[in-house]
């Protein structure tokens, strides 16, 4: 990969996403003009409203999004454009993406559930490599593999374990293991404590802040939990109906609200509300 633009790893310059008509349903804009970046070892929160376009860009950055199979129909970048360590991704020709893949960690909404069953840890958190080069040596990829294991505080007993013997919290530590195996210098990470116990939610969260240390990676963490993002991002960024509406630390974009949906954010703070998904917005919103 060429080094990252301006010395960010991630930048976002004017972007404008949309999804094509499909059949009887119109093209769809989800994501509209977003300008920000995402500074090297940074970690960005992205906060929004239910369809503000935050799994979008996910797929977006993570390249998922140009999986032509997705059900859904491919999202197309129709303005601007995002530019993930050096590389265009309005111009990333098909061939490469596989390459870029490799230098992004990505960690999806529901990981932990959708693990294939059928699978060993060591062979979930190993496949990434293989899929890299399937003739990486055998002793290398066990070595790496313990280490991601221990890395995310899983016992080596858990290897030879398949995912339906783990606990919701293990399962998701081994996902996070398998985005993390290529050494990424970006991940990006769906709700990852979306679904877990609360008491291994904190873990979860540690884990993330701590594997970044170690591992000097930038990341965009989606989340609707205020107190996951407080404890892992530097900065956040607010979506709503695909517009960026706010950015800085929490405590700057929630004490000086500008927008009716961070003035919503803000209130449901200040009313003991730690998740904002629990929150009733209203319709004007």
Do not use: C, W
Request: net charge negative; proline share 6%.
């Amino acid at each position: 990969m060429r080094g990252a633009a301006h010395g960010f790893p991630i930048v976002l310059d004017d972007l404008t996403v949309e999804y094509p008509a499909r059949g009887p349903s119109p093209a769809h804009v989800a994501l509209h003009g977003l300008s920000f970046s995402v500074a090297p070892g940074e970690v960005l929160g992205l906060l929004g409203s239910a369809g503000s376009g935050k799994s979008t860009l996910a797929k977006l950055l993570s390249g998922v999004a140009f999986d032509t199979r997705a059900a859904e129909g491919r999202p197309l970048i129709t303005g601007g454009d995002a530019t993930v360590l050096g590389q265009s991704l309005r111009r990333i020709p098909k061939r490469k993406v596989p390459e870029y893949q490799f230098h992004v960690g990505y960690l999806p909404q529901d990981a932990a559930s959708t693990l294939p069953a059928d699978r060993t840890v060591a062979e979930i958190i190993g496949e990434p490599i293989l899929e890299r080069d399937h003739r990486y040596n055998a002793r290398a990829l066990a070595t790496r593999v313990a280490t991601m294991l221990d890395g995310v505080r899983l016992s080596l007993g858990k290897l030879d374990m398949y995912p339906y013997e783990l606990s919701g919290g293990q399962r998701q530590r081994v996902a996070l293991a398998r985005a993390l195996v290529l050494g990424p210098s970006v991940l990006i990470a769906d709700e990852p404590t979306a679904g877990i116990d609360l008491t291994v939610r904190d873990v979860v969260a540690q884990l993330i802040g701590e594997l970044r240390q170690e591992h000097t990676f930038s990341a965009v963490i989606i989340s609707h939990d205020l107190p996951v993002l407080r404890s892992t991002a530097e900065r956040v960024a607010v979506l709503d109906r695909g517009r960026l509406v706010a950015i800085g630390t929490i405590d700057e974009v929630l004490d000086d609200p500008k927008h009716p949906y961070v003035m919503a954010l803000a209130g449901a703070l200040d009313a003991g509300h730690a998740v904002i998904d629990d929150l009733d917005l209203g319709p004007s919103i």
